[in-house]
């Protein structure tokens, strides 16, 4: 490929953080996705552990599952935000579940839409997922606006979801149907 294509694994979107790439996320990205795993904000919206060592994350990198496909957000050569989607089997083939976050300082700026765009495209028009699943905390108002901006809907509410900063909260079920 010359430098005048496109790769066409990668996605350019421009955000208020600037130009980010939309690519597949590779082994060589375990240091960049742990250290944004590791940050106060990005954890508290997900269920992230603390201390999440780039060996872990490299390992899980390293594990080929065709029915997920995982992404990062780079801008200026740093990981900046990360999103999976991972198909489900059986009778739920035509069901996928997503997660995603975006680095503390860059909430806000795009990137959450890019990543999520991304997601959306590759479910409806490669994977034909008909059922795109997530949870949200409910006290994440911003991921919540996001996720109905693309068209999910709100279906139910988990009572103590997970256990986040010593307290349990609750978190919303939302999916967007295509049929």
């Known amino acids: 490929m010359n430098s005048e294509q496109e790769d066409p694994n990668e996605r350019r979107s421009g955000s208020s953080a600037g130009t980010v790439e939309i690519r597949a996320a590779r082994p060589a990205d ?28 490299r390992q899980w990198l390293e594990k080929p599952n065709p029915d997920a ?12 935000g990360n999103a999976g989607l991972r198909r489900h089997s059986g009778r739920q083939i035509h069901t996928g579940h997503l997660g995603m976050g975006v680095h503390d300082d860059f909430t806000g700026r795009g990137v959450g839409s890019a990543l999520l765009g991304a997601l959306v495209d590759a479910a409806d028009n490669w994977l034909a997922i008909k059922r795109l699943e997530l949870t949200v905390y409910v006290d994440n108002a911003p991921a919540i606006r996001l996720y109905e901006k693309f068209g999910f809907e709100t279906e139910g509410r988990h009572k103590a979801f997970a256990f986040r900063n010593g307290e349990y909260v609750d978190a919303f079920a939302m999916a967007r149907l295509r049929i």
């Open 69 to 80: 496909i995982n992404l990062v957000a780079v801008l200026d050569g740093r990981i900046i």
């Open 30 to 57: 375990a240091e960049g996705i742990a250290t944004i795993a590791n940050l106060p904000g990005f954890r508290a919206g997900t269920l992230r552990l603390p201390f999440q060592s780039i060996e872990d994350t």
